[in-house]
C-alpha cells in the first residue's frame, strides 16, 4: 500500500509562471489536506478537500492560489503567477475520513522554488 | 487565533543526554495533539495525546499531555545521532475540517 505520493519533489519555476503540484492520497483516503512550510517556520494549513468537494479553504491566500481534488486523479494545488514568497514546501496529508481520532499521513513534499 | 507554540526552537545535545521538548497551546476547538518527526522529507507520526495524564510510550521516546495547563511535552532518553530531527506539535481542530494547527518547530541536534 503505497504512501501519499507528491509530485514533483522538487519544482523551480521563474517569476510569474504557474506551479502546478500533485497529490496522490492513500488507497482509500477520501480527504486531503495541504499545508504550507515556510522556511524557519512550522506548517501551516491551507485547504481542505473531499472528492469533488473544497471543505475549508481558510488558510489559502486570496489571489493566485487555487485547489481541486476531482472524483479522478489525483489533488493539485496550483499556483499562478508565482512570486518569490511563494517559495517554500508544500505537503499534502490524506486521512480515511472526516478527521477523529486519526493522524493523517503526509507525503514527502514538493519543494518549489521561484528565482 | 489559535495558536501552538514550541519550545526550545532548538536545541544541541550530545549523545546519552536525555531532552524535553515543550508544546503549550491555545485552540479553542481542541480535539487532540500530535507529535511528528520531520527529517529531509516528509512529518512521521510519533504520538497522539488525547486525554489528560496518560503517558504515551514507544522505545526512548514518551509524551504526555495536560489539559489543564494546556501543554504537552516530548521526553527523548538516552539520545542518538538518529534522533537529530526537527520535531513538529500540532493540535487537531475538532470543528468540521478536523485540521492540523503546527508549532514552529524545535530542531534537535545530536552530537556524537
Known amino acids: 500500500n503505497a504512501g501519499v505520493m507528491q509530485n514533483p519533489r522538487h519544482l523551480v519555476r521563474r517569476r510569474g509562471q504557474e506551479a502546478r503540484l500533485r497529490c496522490s492520497p492513500m488507497?482509500?483516503?477520501?480527504?486531503v489536506y495541504w499545508y504550507r512550510q515556510l522556511p524557519e517556520e512550522g506548517l501551516k494549513f491551507m485547504v481542505y478537500?473531499?472528492?469533488?468537494?473544497?471543505?475549508?479553504e481558510s488558510g489559502m491566500p486570496k489571489e493566485r492560489f487555487s485547489a481541486e481534488f476531482p472524483k479522478e486523479g489525483p489533488s493539485i494545488l496550483r499556483i499562478q503567477q508565482v512570486v518569490r514568497g511563494d517559495s517554500a514546501a508544500y505537503f499534502c496529508?490524506?486521512?480515511?475520513?472526516?478527521?477523529?481520532?486519526?493522524?493523517?499521513?503526509f507525503g514527502q513534499g514538493t519543494r518549489l522554488t521561484v528565482v | 487565533e489559535d495558536k501552538v507554540v514550541q519550545s526550545p526552537l532548538s536545541l544541541v545535545v550530545h549523545e546519552g543526554d536525555t531532552v524535553t521538548l515543550n508544546c503549550s497551546y491555545e485552540?479553542?476547538?481542541?480535539?487532540?495533539l500530535l507529535w511528528y518527526k520531520q527529517e529531509k522529507k516528509a512529518p512521521t507520526f510519533l504520538f497522539m495525546l488525547?486525554?489528560?495524564?496518560i503517558e504515551k510510550k514507544s522505545g526512548r521516546l514518551s509524551s504526555i499531555l495536560d489539559k489543564k495547563e494546556l501543554f504537552s511535552i516530548l521526553n527523548i532518553t538516552a539520545t542518538q545521532t538518529g534522533d537529530s530531527a526537527i520535531y513538529l506539535c500540532?493540535?487537531?481542530?475538532?470543528?468540521?475540517?478536523?485540521?492540523?494547527?503546527f508549532g514552529q518547530g524545535t530542531t534537535l541536534q545530536v552530537k556524537p
Open positions: 488525547t486525554s489528560s495524564g
Open positions: 500540532a493540535v487537531v481542530d475538532s470543528s468540521n475540517t478536523g485540521k492540523l494547527i
Open positions: 488507497k482509500g483516503h477520501s480527504h
Open positions: 485552540v479553542t476547538n481542541f480535539r487532540s
Open positions: 478537500l473531499q472528492k469533488e468537494n473544497i471543505i475549508d
Open positions: 496529508a490524506s486521512s480515511p475520513r472526516h478527521r477523529g481520532n486519526t493522524e493523517a499521513f
